[in-house]
C-alpha cells in the first residue's frame, strides 16, 4: 500500500509481499520479543504522571497532549504488555491489551517522526529515571519493520545503504571534495593508508558549506595529523538511524568502519554533525558486533584534546558577544559538553549561554531527520519560536554551533522568519583563529 | 472464624503470598529478557559510571533547575503524599506493633493526635492528585484503569484506617477488619499495577543514570 500522503513504505522494501496489516502484526510481535531486559524495564517503569511533556519543545510549544514523550511509546507499550511482559498470557486472555493495527501505527507515524526530535531533552526530566529517548529511537526501529518510516528518510536511508550517500549529487561527493580544497587552497587528504586519522564530512556542507570542510582539512593540516579521507566512505550521515533501519543503519556505519580499518586509522574523526556523532560513537560496536578496533572522537573533543597538549594553539576571535548552540546528539546525549567551551576560551570568546544552555539545551528543532520531512515543516517552526527568543536574550551577534543539520536548521529559520543570525560553524572559528606552527611532529 | 480473624489471617496470608510471588515474577520476567552488552567504549570508567549511577537515585528526586518551574508543584505534591503515607504506614503506633509481630522488630511511633492530622492532610493531597489526573490534559490522556484503581485502593485502605482509628459507623473489630481486609486487597493489586513502582523507582534511575554517565552524557 502505498498512498498520496506517503504514509507506508512497505512497498519500497524489495519482496515484501506481505500485507501492511501482516507487516504492522509482525513488526510489533518482533518488537515485543526483541525488546531486552532495559527497554522492557524502562516501559514498566513509567507511573503515567506526564512530567515528561514538560521537557518536550514540542510540547512546551502547542501544549497539545499527543507530543508527550511517553505517549509517542504508547502502541509499543501496549504490545510488549500484551506480548512479553510478566502477565503478558492473562493480557491476551481477558482482552486487556488489544493487538496493535496498522490504522492506529499509522497515527504515531506523526508522532514519531515529523514530531520527535530524539533530543533526549525528555530522558533528563523524568522522576523515574527513564531513558525515554532509548524508547523512542526502539519504536522508531519497529515502524520502520512495519514499513512506516516517512518516504523523506525511508528514500534517503534506501539509497545511502547502497551507494553510501543519501541522496543523488550533481557530481560525485569525491570531485565536490577535490573541488574545495582547490577552491579554498587547502591539501585535501585522500584514499591514504597507514594515517593516524580517518576524516568524513557531513553532505550538508559538502553541499551547503564548503568552508566547514576546507576548515577541517586546514586544521588538520596545521597539526600536522597523518589524516585522510577515504572516497569510498566519506560521508558521515546516516539516514538509517533516522529512519529507524537498524539493519540499514549498521550497513551505513560499516562503510565507515572498514574503511577506517582500511586505512589502519587509530581515529575516526566525526566532524560537526551531531547525529553522525551518535551512530558511530554511540552505537556502531553493538551493530558491528564487537567492539571498534580505532577511537571515535567528535571534532570538537579532538581539538580541545589538541589544545590541552599545546599541540593546538589560537589567537583570539573578534566574535563580540556570542552565544552557542548544543547539539543535542553530541552534547547532551554524547557528552561532548566542555570540548566545545574550552575551544571558545582558548579563543576569547565572549560567551553569552542561552537560559537552557549544555545538556539542558532545546534541540534546534531540525533534528532526527524532522529537518527531512517536508510536511513537518509548519510544526518545526512552531517548536523554533521559543529557541530564537532565547538565543535573541542573550544579546549575541555572533551565534556559533557545531553541528551542520542545526546550522541548516537555523539558516532556514532565518529566511523564514526574516530572523538577523547567521549560525556559524565552530571548526570554521578555530581554523581562522590557528596560530603558529604545530608542535607535534 | 469472625471477620476480623479471617482479615488478619488467611486472608492476610493469601494476600502476602500473592504480593511476594507477584512481585518476584514481575522482576524475574524483566531480567528473563535479553541483556545487550554494550560494546562501545565507555567514557567514563566503571567505578565513575557506577557512582554516577547511584547519586542519579538522590539527583531524580528533585527536578533540576531548568525544569523547575514547570515541574516543582506537581512533583512537589506527588512527593508530599508519599511521604505522608509512609508516615503513616512506618509511624502509626498500632501500624509498628502488626510490623513488629511480623518482623520482630519495632521503633517509636508519632502522638495520635499528629497521626491524625498527618492522615487528614494527606487523603486532602490524595483528592488532589486524582483532581490533577483527571484535569491535567496530559495525564487524563495518559492514565487507564491501573492509575485510577491504584488510586481507589490506596485511598481505600486510608479512609478504612481513619475509620477504624475513629471508631466512625461501625464496632471498632469491624472497622478494624474491613481496615485489614482492604490492605489484603492492595497487597493482592499491587503486583498488577503501578504500585510496583515501588521497587522500580531506585533502580530505574541508578541505572539510567549509570547508562547515561557511561556516555558522559547529562543525567
Known amino acids: 500500500m502505498s498512498d498520496a500522503t506517503g504514509v507506508f513504505t512497505a512497498d519500497l522494501a524489495p519482496g515484501e509481499a506481505r500485507t501492511p496489516e501482516a507487516r504492522v502484526v509482525g513488526a510489533m510481535s518482533g518488537f515485543a520479543q526483541e525488546i531486552g531486559a532495559l527497554s522492557a524495564f524502562r516501559l514498566e517503569s513509567c507511573i503515567h504522571c506526564g512530567i515528561c511533556a514538560e521537557a518536550c519543545h514540542f510540547y512546551i510549544a502547542t501544549e497539545d497532549p499527543q507530543y508527550t514523550p511517553i505517549w509517542k511509546v504508547e502502541p509499543f507499550k501496549q504490545a510488549y504488555k500484551r506480548e512479553a511482559s510478566a502477565f503478558a498470557p492473562l493480557y491476551r486472555l481477558f482482552g486487556l491489551k488489544r493487538e496493535v493495527k496498522a490504522d492506529q501505527l499509522v497515527q504515531w507515524q506523526h508522532l514519531l517522526f515529523d514530531s520527535c526530535n530524539m533530543c533526549g531533552r525528555c530522558s533528563l526530566i523524568c522522576p523515574m529515571g527513564i531513558d525515554v529517548a532509548a524508547l523512542i529511537e526502539q519504536a522508531r526501529h519497529a515502524m520502520f519493520d512495519a514499513g512506516l518510516a516517512p518516504k523523506a528518510l525511508y528514500e534517503k536511508a534506501a539509497h545511502q545503504k547502497i551507494t553510501g550517500q543519501p541522496e543523488v549529487s550533481a557530481e560525485p561527493y569525491r570531485d565536490q571534495l577535490l573541488a574545495i580544497g582547490t577552491r579554498y587552497e587547502v591539501d585535501i587528504p585522500l584514499d591514504k593508508t597507514d594515517v593516524d586519522v580517518m576524516l568524513c564530512v557531513p553532505r550538508t556542507d559538502i553541499e551547503h558549506y564548503p568552508s566547514a570542510v576546507a576548515s577541517l582539512a586546514r586544521v588538520m593540516q596545521h597539526l600536522g595529523v597523518s589524516c585522510t579521507f577515504r572516497s569510498d566512505a566519506l560521508i558521515a550521515e546516516n539516514y538509517g538511524y533516522y529512519a529507524g533501519g537498524k539493519e540499514w543503519q549498521r550497513e551505513i556505519s560499516r562503510r565507515l568502519i572498514d574503511q577506517a580499518i582500511a586505512c589502519k586509522a587509530k581515529t575516526l574523526l566525526v566532524p560537526e554533525c551531531g547525529h553522525a556523532y551518535a551512530a558511530l560513537r554511540w552505537e556502531a560496536a553493538d551493530l558491528y558486533g564487537k567492539p571498534l578496533p580505532f577511537k571515535v572522537l567528535q571534532v570538537t573533543e579532538f581539538l580541545a584534546d589538541e589544545l590541552k597538549a599545546g599541540h593546538l594553539k589560537l589567537g583570539a576571535a573578534v566574535t563580540g558577544a556570542t552565544t552557542f548552540q548544543d547539539p543535542c546528539e553530541s552534547v547532551r546525549k554524547g557528552g561532548v559538553n566542555e570540548a566545545p567551551r574550552a575551544l571558545m576560551k582558548a579563543m576569547g570568546v565572549d560567551l553569552h549561554e542561552m537560559k537552557n544552555h549544555g545538556g539542558f539545551s532545546f534541540c534546534c528543532g531540525g533534528g532526527g531527520g524532522v529537518l527531512d520531512i517536508e510536511r513537518a515543516t509548519p510544526l518545526r517552526y512552531r517548536t523554533m519560536e521559543n529557541k530564537l527568543r532565547e538565543i535573541d536574550d542573550t544579546g549575541a551577534q555572533t551565534f556559533l554551533t557545531s553541528c551542520s543539520d542545526c546550522r541548516r536548521t537555523f539558516d532556514d529559520a532565518q529566511a523564514h522568519f526574516t530572523w538577523n543570525k547567521t549560525p556559524q560553524s565552530l571548526l570554521e572559528l578555530v581554523a581562522a583563529n590557528l596560530i603558529g606552527s604545530a608542535s607535534q611532529p | ?219
Open chain 2, 1 to 219: 472464624m469472625n471477620l476480623l480473624d479471617f482479615a488478619r489471617g488467611p486472608a492476610l496470608k493469601v494476600a502476602i503470598a500473592i504480593f511476594c510471588l507477584g512481585v518476584t515474577w514481575r522482576i524475574v520476567a524483566i531480567a528473563l529478557l535479553r541483556i545487550r552488552r554494550d560494546m562501545n567504549r565507555p567514557r567514563a570508567s566503571v567505578l565513575k559510571f557506577l557512582g554516577s549511577g547511584l547519586l542519579t537515585i538522590g539527583s531524580r528526586s528533585w527536578p533540576h533547575r531548568e525544569f523547575i518551574g514547570r515541574t516543582g508543584a506537581g512533583e512537589a505534591l506527588g512527593y508530599s503524599y508519599h511521604i505522608g503515607l509512609f508516615a503513616l504506614v512506618l509511624l502509626f503506633t498500632p501500624h509498628i506493633l502488626f510490623l513488629g509481630s511480623l518482623f520482630g522488630v519495632t521503633w517509636p511511633g508519632l502522638p495520635s493526635s499528629l497521626i491524625t492530622v498527618i492522615s487528614v492532610l494527606t487523603l486532602t493531597l490524595f483528592l488532589a492528585v486524582l483532581f490533577r489526573r483527571v484535569t491535567n490534559p496530559v495525564m487524563r490522556m495518559l492514565s487507564n484503569f491501573d492509575d485510577y484503581f491504584s488510586w481507589f485502593i490506596t485511598m481505600l485502605v486510608m479512609v478504612t484506617g481513619l475509620a477504624a482509628t475513629a471508631h466512625f459507623g461501625a464496632r471498632y473489630e469491624t472497622l478494624l477488619a474491613v481496615h485489614i481486609l482492604s490492605v489484603d486487597a492492595l497487597l493482592v493489586w499491587f503486583p498488577f499495577g503501578k504500585l510496583m513502582h515501588a521497587f522500580y523507582i531506585f533502580p530505574s534511575r541508578a541505572l539510567n543514570g549509570a547508562l547515561l554517565a557511561r556516555k558522559g552524557a547529562t543525567s
